[in-house]
């Protein structure tokens, strides 16, 4: 059998597997916003996603400049003090050498402990040219606002969160990349929780891991219910031609989870990926999934 044709007897058959397992998973129902203060509501992070992915909102434009002030009122609104970091970038694309910045806004939830010691959650803030961005990765982004209501409601935790909201991941991991190599606080994350999209609809799938990922695993069994992963999930991850932020944090030797909804993948970076076409109940399980940690 030719080498070409082996690989696609392999994606196709981790295709097929992946198809017959999301699909025998039901999703959490949706919590209203009057649901209990400390629980994640999809109905209250919908209300980011619907502003966040009103339209298109691309790395430099001023669409995505509002993206990120609201970002920052609404941290501010839940009582951090977010900051922006800006780094300058150059990189090629479609043959093209294209220059200027971006902009990550971080904020820190403190902890009671005293160790320096953080754990990073994060998703990006840009979208595609072609597409409002409500799965990818608006609904990221509204998991971690909502996430931040919710741990503000609850007893507070040992360790400091770092909640990361990057910007140029669709042009190429721009914003991870600057956070790894330039922004000070990197160096005392010690786990990271990357939340992306490349779908609208399904279960919640953590697809990816650190490498050494032993004890991880038996921790991501113990805290998340209902998890959704497999080990030829992030193998076959290995052979595609994706990338995201974690792709950065990994590389940097950070351990931690890669966490994505595959179905709904048509709207993927289109104008259909809409607030509309968003599955609330996805949005929940994505939610319940990052309070676990």
């Known amino acids: ?27 959490p129902e949706v919590k209203p916003i009057d649901a209990d203060v400390k629980e994640f509501s999809a109905a209250g992070a ?3 996603v619907e502003i966040i992915a009103k339209a298109p909102h691309r790395t430099g434009t001023s669409e ?12 501010t609104k839940l009582g951090l003090e977010p900051e922006v970091q800006k780094a300058s970038f150059r990189t090629e694309i479609n043959g093209q050498m294209i220059s200027g910045y971006i902009y990550n806004v971080h904020a820190v939830l403190k902890g009671n ?53 990057t910007e140029g991941e669709e042009m190429g991991l721009l914003g991870a990349k600057a956070f790894v190599e330039q922004n000070p606080l990197f160096k005392d994350i010690k786990l990271a929780l990357n939340f992306d999209a490349k779908g609208n609809t399904g ?50 030797g950070l351990g931690g989870f890669n966490f994505s909804p595959i179905q709904g993948s048509h709207v993927y970076h289109n104008m259909e990926d809409t607030p509309e076409n968003l599955n609330k109940q996805t949005l929940q399980q994505e939610g319940e999934s990052c309070l676990s940690f």
């Open 113 to 165: 402990g005293s160790s320096k010691e953080k754990i990073l959650v994060a998703a990006h803030y840009d979208s595609t040219p072609m597409g409002p961005g409500a799965g990818d990765d608006a609904s990221g982004v509204a998991t971690l606002l909502e996430s931040v209501r919710a741990l503000k409601e609850g007893p507070s935790l040992q360790n400091d969160i770092l909640f990361l909201f």
């Open 203 to 252: 279960p919640i799938i953590m697809f990816e891991t650190g490498n050494q990922n032993g004890w991880l695993m038996k921790e991501y069994k113990k805290v998340v219910s209902n998890p959704v992963a497999y080990s030829f999930l992030s193998d076959g991850y290995k052979y595609m031609p994706n990338t995201t932020d974690f792709t950065e944090f990994k590389k940097a």
């Open 64 to 75: 995505n400049g509002v993206v990120r002030q609201y970002i920052m009122d609404e941290l």
């Open 1 to 27: 059998m030719k080498i070409k044709a082996k690989i696609f007897l392999v994606m196709a058959t981790i295709a097929m597997a992946i198809f017959l397992c999301v699909n025998i998973f039901g999703l």
């Open 46 to 48: 919908m209300k980011h």
